[in-house]
């Protein structure tokens, strides 16, 4: 069986590749989303993890928001997007299936980066590492919000 692909949140299909997206540059995961990232722990509280452990492995959709994003028109679709790629989010990894989701916050300041990962189940790029969080969007021509890529 394949990993799973999903395009804005909706499962497309499978492939048997380990590349959903190909990249030029760094190809470790350290080298691509840094030494650490965010997660939460069994309190809900935010901590941090080994990149290594928390994606080896797996296809990863990285998505780029920012708070300020939010009231706009891109918003209202991404509302919607947001919604359906956390359900599907929480039924593959119910299921045990290799997925993960990277949020990589476009905000000015760490505020609004807290109140948006606060509503995400998922792992994130340290609010602090600015510059791994550009080199992402940078990397995988991710400009503007919200942008969704898929890697493994």
Same mark, same amino acid.
């Given at each position: 069986?394949?990993?799973?692909?999903?395009?804005?949140?909706?499962?497309?299909?499978? %492939?048997?590749?380990?590349?959903?997206?190909?990249?030029?540059?760094? $190809? +470790?995961?350290?080298?691509?989303?840094? *030494? =650490? /990232?965010?997660?939460?722990?069994?309190?809900?509280?935010?901590?941090?993890?080994?990149?290594?452990?928390?994606?080896?492995?797996?296809? %990863?959709?990285?998505?780029?928001?920012?708070?300020?994003?939010?009231? $706009? +028109?891109?918003?209202?679709?991404?509302? *919607? =997007? /947001?919604?359906?790629?956390?359900?599907?989010?929480?039924?593959?990894?119910?299921?045990?299936?290799?997925?993960?989701?990277?949020?990589?916050?476009?905000?000015?300041?760490?505020?609004?980066?807290?109140?948006?990962?606060?509503?995400?189940?998922?792992?994130?790029?340290?609010?602090?590492?600015?510059?791994?969080?550009?080199?992402?969007?940078?990397?995988?021509?991710?400009?503007?919000?919200?942008?969704?890529?898929?890697?493994?």
């Amino acid at each position: 069986m394949g990993r799973p692909v999903f395009v804005n949140g909706y499962l497309v299909g499978q %492939v048997d590749s380990d590349i959903v997206l190909q990249h030029e540059g760094e $190809t +470790s995961l350290e080298g691509i989303f840094g *030494d =650490t /990232l965010c997660c939460k722990g069994s309190d809900g509280k935010i901590i941090t993890g080994n990149t290594s452990e928390l994606l080896a492995g797996k296809v %990863v959709a990285l998505v780029v928001d920012s708070l300020e994003a939010r009231g $706009t +028109s891109a918003w209202d679709l991404e509302e *919607d =997007t /947001l919604s359906i790629l956390t359900r599907r989010y929480e039924k593959y990894r119910a299921k045990g299936l290799d997925f993960q989701v990277v949020f990589v916050s476009a905000d000015e300041n760490e505020d609004g980066f807290l109140k948006m990962y606060d509503e995400m189940p998922w792992l994130a790029v340290p609010f602090e590492n600015l510059q791994q969080r550009r080199l992402l969007c940078e990397r995988f021509k991710l400009h503007g919000v919200p942008s969704t890529a898929f890697i493994s």
